[in-house]
C-alpha cells in the first residue's frame, strides 16, 4: 500500500502512457489495470507521479490514449457504482479512478478543443451496459452524465460511504440500485433525526468523491468572466436535475454535515494536534459543493418561484397549478425550507462555525480554529438570498447578532490585509442585505458585552456601537483598495440609523470624525463622487436626530462640539481659486490613517497586518456602484416599504415652497438624484475614490450643483436651539465637566422646534448581473486557493480569475 514498487510500476504505467506512439485499445486491460488495480496509491502520489507536463504531452501527441483513460476510468466507477463494491479490491479500484481523474480533468478543461470531450458519446470496445443503459435508440450517455451519475450512486453506496443496514454483507449485486438513499443520510438535521455513528473511512471516500465532483464543477474556472446571466454550468445542472435520483438525500447530507459540525466538541485541550479530524475535510468539501452547486443565475427563478407559491396559496384551486420551482433541484430543496426548527438548526451551526476564531481561551492555540470561514459567509449569502423564510428567520430573533459580531471581526481583522480583499466584500455585502429590514437595526440595539479579542477602543454600549467602531476602523486604517466599499459602508450606517435609540460616546465621536475626514475640501474636490460620503453622514444624522433624539444625547453632544465643521460645510468656498488652493493642500491633509493600535484595545486583540510578501490572492470582477445593487424604498407610516422610482423628476420652484417639512424630505431624495446625476458625469474609479482621475476637474458649477442641495436644514436649527443654552449653562454654572451637559442634552427636548420628520429612505440590496458575476468570481477563487493539498489547479490554464503574488 503505497511502498516504493506501488510507486513503480504506476510511474511506469504513465511513461508508457506517454511514450506509446500507437493508441492503446481500450480492450487492452491488462495495460489499463497499472493504473488502478494493482494496490492503493495515495492522492499526493498521482500528482508527483503524473506530472502537468506529462498529461499535456499525451493530450497533444497522443490524444486517444488520453481519450481512451478517461473513459476507461470512469468505466470503473460505473461498474463500482453497479456492484455496490462488495470487496475491498472493487473499492480500492474506485478510490485509484476517483483520484487520477481529479488529477486529469483541469487538464481536459483548460483545453478549449477537449471541452466537450466528456459531454460526447465515446466510439470503441468495453462499453458496459451501465454506460448506455438509460439512454434512448441504443445511444451511450455522454461521459460526464455516467461520471457524475456513478459518483452520486458510490456516495450512498453501502459499507463504502455509508453504514450498511444489513447485519451480513450484500449478496446480491443489485442492491445499490435498490436502497432508498433517503435513510441513508449522512447526519441528523434537516429532514433527517437519525445521527449515523462516525466512520473514518467511510467520512475520507465521501471527501474523495466530492472532490472530484468539485474537479468536475471547476470547468466554470477556465471559461472567461461573463456578465451572460443564462449561461448555466453544464456538470452543475445535470447533477443537480432529476437525472440524479440521490440529489434530495445529498443535498440533506452536505447542509446536515456542515451544520451539525463542531471543531471543538467536547475533547481537550489540544487534540486536534493529536488526532486527523476527518470529519472537518468532509465538511470544507461538503460546503464547497453546496456553493458551487447553488448557482447565483437561478436567483431570480428562485424568487419567483416562492413568490408563485404564496400566491397560489390565496388563490382559487381552478387557476394554473404551482410553478415547481427552479430546475436545479438543490436550489429548489433549499427555497422550500421552512420549518422551524430546520431553519434553527442551519442558523446556529453557521452561527457556531463562524464564530469559532473567536473563541477565547486561556490556554493559547488549545482549541481548533477552522480555516473556512470565507466558504460559510458565501452559503450563508445563499441561504439568504434563496430562501427569503430563512432571511426572516434570521432577522426574528437576537439570533442575527450572532451572525453580526464573527462577520465584523473578519471585517476588522482583513482590512489590511490586500489578499482577502474578497472577504472584505461579501463581509460588507451581507450586512447591506441585512441592513435593508427594519428588524436588523433593532436588533443592534442589544448590549454588546462579548469579549472579542478585536483591535479597537473599550467601551461600553451595543451592537450598532461596534458596527460604526469598526466601520470607523476600516475606514480610516483600511488598505486603499476599500476605498470603493466607502459607499457601502456609510449606507449600511444610514439604513440603520432610524433605529438607533442610543449610541455611545465612542461611537459618536467615530462618526463626527469620518464627517471631518470626508468635509475637507482637497477631498470634496479630488474626485466626483467623494461629496456622497458627506451626503451619507448628514442624512445618518439626520434620522438620528428626527426619529432616535431622545436617547442620543452623545451625538447631539458630539455635534455641538465639532459644529464649526458644519459652518465649515455650510460656507464651503466655490469659486476656482479656492477650489486650486485646497487641492494644493492634498499632500498636507485628508483622511487621518492610523495603523497602530488605540490604547485599551479589547482583551487579546492583535493590529490588523497586510498579507505575508508571496501570498497569493485570486483577482475579483470589479464591483458596480452603490446605486447600482441597491433600491430605495420609503418606510411608509405603518412600517411597510414602498418602493422609490429610480430618478425622481427635478424639483420645481414651487415644489420647494411646501414649508418647513420639505426641507429634509428633500435630504433624501435629491441626495439620490445627485448620484444618478453625476454618475453620468465621470466613470466611477475602482482603484480610488480619493485619487483624482484625468477626466475630472471641480469647477464653481459642479461644486455649486451638490453644495445647494447639503441637507443641513436640521443640523443647523439643532445647533441654532442648543448651542446658545449650552454655553449659558457653562457660564452660569461655571461648568467644564461633560457629564453635567450630557444630562441637560439628555433632559432637553426639540419637541415643535425641528422641522417636520422626513420620511425615512432605505436602500435595499438588489441583485443584479454585475454583483452575480463578482460572487462567481470569488467563489471559485476561493475554492481554488483553499484546495492545496493537493492542489488540484495549480499551474492550469484558468481564465475566470488570474492569480497574483503580493
Not at 447533477?239 to 440521490?246: A, D, G, P, Y
Not at 468635509?519 to 438620528?544: C, D, G, K, R
Not at 436649527?717 to 461648568?735: A, M, S, T
Not at 425641528?754 to 436602500?763: A, K, S
Amino acid at each position: 500500500m503505497g511502498n516504493s514498487d506501488t510507486k513503480l510500476h504506476f510511474r511506469k504505467a504513465v511513461i508508457q502512457l506517454t511514450t506509446r506512439t500507437q493508441p492503446v485499445e481500450a480492450s487492452d486491460d491488462v495495460f489499463w489495470d497499472q493504473f488502478w488495480a494493482e494496490s492503493s496509491t495515495a492522492m499526493p502520489d498521482v500528482f508527483a507521479l503524473v506530472p502537468a507536463a506529462e498529461i499535456r504531452a499525451v493530450r497533444e501527441e497522443s490524444p486517444s490514449n488520453l481519450a481512451t483513460l478517461c473513459y476507461k476510468a470512469v468505466e470503473r466507477l460505473v461498474q463500482g457504482a453497479d456492484s455496490g463494491c462488495p470487496s475491498e479490491k472493487e473499492r480500492q479500484i474506485v478510490v485509484n479512478c476517483t483520484r487520477l481523474l481529479t488529477r486529469i480533468l483541469p487538464y481536459i478543461f483548460e483545453d478549449a478543443d477537449w471541452r466537450g470531450f466528456f459531454w460526447s458519446t465515446v466510439p470503441g470496445a468495453g462499453r458496459t451496459k451501465r454506460l448506455d443503459e438509460d439512454a434512448d435508440d441504443d445511444e451511450a450517455r455522454p461521459l460526464a452524465e455516467s461520471l457524475l451519475l456513478a459518483i452520486a450512486d458510490l456516495l450512498f453506496c453501502p459499507d463504502f460511504t455509508i453504514q450498511s443496514h444489513k447485519k451480513s454483507s450484500p449478496d446480491s449485486a443489485e442492491d445499490i440500485r435498490s436502497i432508498d438513499s433517503c435513510e441513508y443520510i449522512w447526519e441528523a438535521g434537516v429532514g433527517f433525526a437519525q445521527s449515523p455513528p462516525l466512520n473514518y473511512v467511510h467520512d475520507l471516500n465521501r471527501t474523495e468523491l466530492l472532490k472530484l465532483l468539485l474537479t468536475c464543477f471547476s470547468e466554470a474556472m477556465y471559461l472567461p468572466p461573463s456578465s451572460d446571466s443564462k449561461t448555466l454550468n453544464p456538470w452543475v445542472s445535470f447533477f443537480c436535475s432529476t437525472e440524479n435520483r440521490h440529489a434530495l438525500p445529498l443535498f440533506t447530507s452536505l447542509i446536515n454535515v456542515v451544520c451539525a459540525y463542531d471543531p471543538v466538541g467536547f475533547g481537550f485541550p489540544y487534540n486536534h494536534l493529536l488526532f486527523s479530524d476527518s470529519r472537518e475535510q468532509l465538511v470544507e468539501q461538503s460546503i464547497q459543493i453546496l456553493i458551487a452547486t447553488l448557482e447565483h443565475e437561478a436567483s431570480s427563478a428562485s424568487s419567483a418561484a416562492l413568490q408563485a407559491l404564496d400566491e397560489a396559496t390565496a388563490s382559487p384551486a381552478d387557476e394554473e397549478p404551482e410553478p415547481t420551482g427552479p430546475d436545479n433541484l438543490f436550489v429548489n430543496y433549499l427555497s422550500r425550507i421552512h420549518r422551524e426548527e430546520d431553519l434553527s438548526f442551519i442558523l446556529k451551526g453557521l452561527a457556531r462555525l463562524l464564530n469559532n476564531p473567536l473563541i477565547q481561551t486561556y490556554l493559547p492555540r488549545s482549541t481548533k480554529k477552522i480555516q473556512f470561514h470565507q466558504e460559510l459567509l458565501i452559503l450563508f449569502w445563499k441561504f439568504c438570498d434563496f430562501n427569503k423564510k430563512f432571511l426572516f428567520f434570521v432577522l426574528k430573533s437576537s439570533d442575527v447578532l450572532d451572525i453580526l459580531v464573527p462577520i465584523l471581526f473578519y471585517l476588522n481583522d482583513a482590512r489590511a490585509d490586500q489578499s482577502r480583499v474578497g472577504l472584505m466584500h461579501i463581509g460588507v455585502f451581507i450586512l447591506l442585505l441585512l441592513s435593508g429590514e427594519r428588524n436588523f437595526g433593532v436588533r443592534l440595539n442589544k448590549p454588546f458585552t462579548h469579549r472579542v479579542p478585536m483591535d479597537i477602543p473599550v467601551f461600553t454600549g451595543t451592537h450598532a456601537d461596534l458596527l460604526v467602531v469598526i466601520f470607523h476602523k476600516i475606514i480610516t486604517s483600511g488598505h486603499q483598495r476599500l476605498q470603493p466599499l466607502f459607499d457601502c459602508l456609510l449606507t449600511i450606517i444610514v439604513n440603520i440609523s432610524p433605529y438607533l435609540k442610543s449610541l455611545s460616546m465612542v461611537a459618536a465621536n467615530k462618526l463626527l470624525h469620518l464627517l471631518e475626514a470626508f468635509s475637507t475640501p482637497w477631498f470634496l474636490f479630488s474626485a466626483p463622487q467623494n461629496h456622497h460620503l458627506v451626503f451619507f453622514l448628514l442624512e445618518v444624522y439626520n434620522n438620528i436626530i428626527q426619529y432616535q433624539f431622545d436617547g442620543n444625547f452623545n451625538l447631539v453632544y458630539a455635534i455641538i462640539r465639532k459644529r464649526n465643521v458644519f459652518h465649515q460645510l455650510a460656507n464651503l468656498p466655490s469659486d476656482t481659486a479656492s477650489i486650486q488652493k485646497a487641492l494644493q493642500k492634498k499632500k498636507k491633509s485628508g483622511i487621518s490613517r492610523t495603523n497602530s493600535t488605540e490604547k485599551g484595545s479589547m482583551e487579546g486583540s492583535r493590529p490588523a497586518v497586510p498579507a505575508e510578501p508571496g501570498t497569493l490572492k485570486a483577482s475579483l470582477e470589479a464591483t458596480p456602484g452603490i446605486d447600482k445593487i441597491t433600491e430605495k424604498s420609503q418606510v411608509s407610516v405603518d412600517g411597510t416599504m414602498v418602493a422609490v422610482p429610480h430618478s425622481d423628476p427635478p424639483q420645481t420652484p414651487s415644489d420647494r415652497n411646501i414649508g418647513a417639512a420639505a426641507s429634509d424630505t428633500e435630504s433624501n431624495s435629491e441626495r439620490d438624484q445627485e448620484v444618478d446625476h453625476t454618475e453620468s458625469e465621470a466613470a466611477r474609479s475602482r482603484l480610488s475614490s480619493v485619487s483624482s482621475t484625468a477626466a475630472f476637474s471641480a469647477n464653481p458649477d459642479w461644486v455649486s450643483s451638490w453644495k445647494t442641495r447639503l441637507p443641513l436644514q436640521t443640523i443647523m436649527r439643532l445647533l441654532q436651539v442648543l448651542v446658545p443654552q449650552v454655553e449659558k449653562i457653562c457660564i452660569d454654572k461655571g461648568l467644564t465637566d461633560e457629564s453635567e451637559i450630557l444630562n441637560f442634552l439628555q433632559h432637553g427636548t426639540l419637541v415643535g422646534l425641528l422641522p417636520v420628520p422626513h420620511p425615512i429612505l432605505i436602500r435595499k440590496y438588489q441583485a443584479n448581473a454585475g454583483t452575480a458575476m463578482w460572487f462567481r468570481t470569488y467563489m471559485w477563487g476561493i475554492i481554488y486557493l483553499r484546495n492545496v493539498d493537493p492542489p488540484i489547479w495549480y499551474d492550469t490554464d484558468i481564465r475566470l480569475f488570474e492569480i497574483q503574488r503580493i
